[in-house]
């Protein structure tokens, strides 16, 4: 089984930053509020995620390391309305056979944590006593240390570092509740504190977009609202298009994606204003019935599908389009 796992591994752990994304899914999911990140190496050499969620009971500590283990699932109809963000059971399977795994974890009932290790594919998990608050640690050592040949797809530690920098990022953008610390080889990168007032949402989205943004953003706290859809978030003025598409996030309940229908949404919306090439930079929330969108098309390349695309294409929009139209000089 821990071969099929590697081989799954092929498709869910393409770097460190698709480690970290997994794990953070899990402590999200977990309930956690708190979540610090040490990389070491650009996450190469160590990604250690520790949260303060739901933990793991002891005899669920294996099963969490063995595939298409998950507790997400409990009915088949919850497929049709997913809201956690994993839900196939296969990531901490797919990790443990490509790296050396600890987890560690401690329910609020339990008396005390339980671990369990592995190292690669040849080890089954042995449960054993650990000291730990309340929640799940995951320490990733040695990714693809027993698969030379994926390990060889690595790029520099900066550049692994950068992309798993934009995992953090995306995630800290999708929940503003949350406390999040990243720290690479023991320099703190980000410390973010949950925010709940509006003034402290802006100032999370100045630390992980710049302040540059923020400044001249135009707000939609007016929270644009049709059809039992909700848009709001910040556009940056046509003045602050960018040369390069890396300030471009779009929140579907709280998921990332990258979508065809809504990037033209938004294009057409900017359409008038921008310099030809230039790319508008937002970070826009969309809300809907979770019957209405399906996110299930591919377990990485945040697709979605719109049950109703038309409608969300030109809500989308019409919306935008009257924040801009409204600048326009
Ligand atoms: P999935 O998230 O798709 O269920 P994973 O392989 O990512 O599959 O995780 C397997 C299981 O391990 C989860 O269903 C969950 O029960 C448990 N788990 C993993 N990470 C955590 C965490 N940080 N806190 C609590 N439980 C966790
Ligand atoms: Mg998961």
Redesign the pocket.
């Known amino acids: 089984p821990r071969l099929a796992n590697q081989i799954a591994a092929g498709e869910v752990v393409e770097r460190p930053a698709s480690v970290v994304k ?2 953070l ?3 999200l ?2 309930g ?1 509020t708190q979540i610090e990140i040490d990389v070491e190496q650009g996450g190469m050499k160590l990604i250690r ?1 520790r ?1 303060n ?4 009971e002891e005899q ?1 500590l294996p ?3 063995s595939r298409h ?5 409990l009915v088949l109809e919850d497929l049709e309305a997913v809201n ?12 443990s056979s490509v790296s050396r795994l600890t ?1 560690t ?1 401690r329910r609020a009932d339990a008396s005390s944590a339980w671990q369990v290790q592995t190292e690669g594919r040849d080890m089954e998990p042995v449960v054993s006593p650990a000291a730990h608050p309340q ?2 640690c ?1 320490e990733v050592r040695d990714l693809f240390f027993n698969t030379p040949a994926r390990r060889k797809f690595m790029r520099t530690e900066q550049t692994e570092f950068k992309h798993l920098e934009e995992v953090v990022k995306r995630l800290a953008l999708s929940r503003s509740d949350v406390s999040f610390q990243l720290r690479h080889n023991g320099r703190v990168i980000h410390q973010l504190r949950p925010a709940r007032t509006e003034q402290e949402h802006e100032r999370r989205i100045s630390s992980v977009c710049g302040p540059a943004f923020i400044d001249q953003a135009l707000s939609l706290d007016m929270c644009a609202e049709a059809s039992g859809l909700r848009l709001w978030g910040w556009m940056g003025l046509p003045t602050f298009s960018r040369s390069q598409t890396d300030l471009q996030y779009f929140f579907v309940n709280g998921r990332i994606i990258r979508d065809k229908l809504v990037a033209h949404a938004v294009r057409q919306a900017y359409q008038d204003v921008l310099f030809h090439g230039r790319h508008p930079a937002f970070v826009l929330y969309l809300e809907l019935d979770p019957r209405l969108v399906d996110v299930n098309v591919h377990p990485t390349k945040h697709e979605v599908r719109f049950r109703e695309g038309r409608l969300v294409h030109d809500f989308i929009f019409r919306t935008l389009h009257r924040v801009i139209a409204d600048v326009r000089p």
């Open positions: 997994e794990l899914e899990n402590s999911d977990a956690a995620l949260d969620g739901g933990g793991i669920d099963l969490a390391l283990a998950t507790s997400k699932i956690s963000l994993g839900f196939r059971g296969e990531a901490l399977a797919s990790i987890l974890s929640g799940t995951v």
